[in-house]
C-alpha cells in the first residue's frame, strides 16, 4: 500500500537482482539516480498503455506541483514579514 509523501505517494518496488542491475548500468551510463531512470519508466509505459489518460494526469500533477511551489513561497513570505526566519531561509 502506498503511503502519501506531500502531494506524491512512496511505493516500494521489488526487482530481481540480475534485472536491478540492468537499471542501476543505465543509471549510471546516464548520471542518474536508478529511482529516477525507473520512474521515468514507469512513466512512459503508463503514457504508452493509456495515451487517453495519462496527458490529463501529467497535467494534473503539474498543476498540483505548481500550488505546492506557491503556497510554500506564500509561506516563506509570510513567515518573513512576522520575522520568523528559519535557518533554511536566512
Known sequence: MPLNHGNKYYCQLLLDPHRYRLAEG?????????????RDMVYAALEKAMP???ETAKKADENAWKESVKRRVEGRMRSKAEG????TDA
Open 26 to 38: 543505465l543509471a549510471k551510463a546516464e548520471n542518474r539516480k536508478v529511482t529516477a531512470v525507473l
Open 84 to 87: 520568523k526566519v528559519s535557518e
Open 52 to 54: 487517453e489518460h495519462y
